[in-house]
């Protein structure tokens, strides 16, 4: 599988990544990719109609196939997400012009009520998302103008897209639920902005705050795994708070992080974090009264893990 790096990098760079392969076949690449993102964003199992395997009850799978590769077959949705307690049901297309909704999008609604008649997933927790590069102003009006409004269609931009997977690599720790709450209240602005441009820039306002809130959200867990990762490279049994912190302060994936909640790292939260999450024991105080950490081992934290996510399934039956 392909790292979730780069998956970003190539949908940053969607025009250059497209470019390598031939033109018939740029439309199988781009749904691939899309699948590929939201297989990220969810942390889940990434499957092909090659290989689905069905008793895998959480799972992405992209309709297409690998070799030859080929798109999703017609009637068939591209990519289908099966999270913890709702269905995406993943349409994409690489159309910007007035036919992108009647040529690509037009058949979404059918495709859910196929899938919901198929499986016991009920109408109102299958999500439809549409997903292009530019959204045309006439999809914008069909979405709006839909009668059936049950039918809930999220329009998704590739730029949107980029900043829903940065969120969920930053916290790795990300839950379903967040990107639901955030897909409800992109339906809600479609209902609420008369024009695609009020559209589009409510969901630049919506997107921002959303990313924000997850990424306070998911800050002690965060911390807490780079601060152990600055245990481990400076390779010592014990370590003090200020020696993290001055790690902490020159990487460039914890400098974004605290860029985008308008904070910075610190000693107490660093110390927070550590102890919180599980990874550090504090064993002493510097003259400063800095915390000194021994981190601890990964097996010991595995089992930690373990015993916790058994006790969760025991009282969810």
């Not at 940053?12 to 899309?34: M, R, V």
């Not at 690489?94 to 008649?117: D, M, P, V, W, Y």
């Not at 479609?190 to 990313?211: H, K, T, Y």
Request: charged fraction near 25%.
């Amino acid at each position: 599988m392909t790292s979730s790096r780069t998956i970003l990098e190539n949908l940053k760079n969607l025009n250059q990544f497209l470019g390598k392969f031939h033109q018939s076949k740029q439309s199988a690449y781009f749904e691939k990719l899309i699948a590929e993102v939201f297989s990220h964003v969810l942390y889940l199992p990434y499957f092909t109609s090659d290989n689905e395997d069905i008793n895998t009850p959480h799972r992405l799978t992209w309709q297409g196939q690998n070799d030859p590769i080929s798109g999703a077959p017609r009637g068939k949705p591209d990519a289908i997400a099966y999270c913890s307690d709702f269905c995406l049901i993943i349409e994409a297309t690489l159309k910007t012009g007035a036919n992108q909704c009647s040529q690509e999008f037009a058949q979404s609604i059918r495709h859910r009520e196929n899938f919901c008649s198929q499986t016991a997933i009920q109408q109102k927790d299958a999500i439809v998302l549409l997903i292009c590069t530019e959204l045309h102003i006439d999809t914008y009006r069909s979405i709006r103008s839909s009668p059936r409004q049950e039918y809930k269609l999220i329009p998704i931009q590739v730029l949107e897209l980029v900043k829903i997977l940065e969120t969920s690599i930053l916290a790795f720790t990300m839950r379903h639920l967040e990107l639901r709450l955030l897909l409800n209240g992109i339906s809600n602005l479609v209902q609420e902005s008369p024009s695609l441009d009020d559209f589009q820039r409510n969901v630049d306002g919506l997107l921002a705050n959303w990313q924000k809130e997850v990424l306070n959200g998911e800050k002690c867990a965060f911390l807490g795994v780079k601060s152990y990762e600055a245990i481990c490279q400076i390779g010592r049994t014990n370590v003090n708070a200020a020696e993290i912190l001055s790690l902490l302060l020159n990487n460039s994936i914890v400098k974004r992080y605290f860029d985008i909640i308008h904070d910075k790292p610190t000693i107490p939260y660093i110390e927070e974090s550590l102890i919180k999450q599980s990874l550090g024991v504090a064993i002493g105080k510097t003259t400063k009264d800095e915390l000194i950490f021994e981190r601890v081992h990964s097996a010991d934290f595995k089992a930690r893990g373990l015993r916790l996510i058994k006790a969760v399934e025991e009282v969810n039956g």
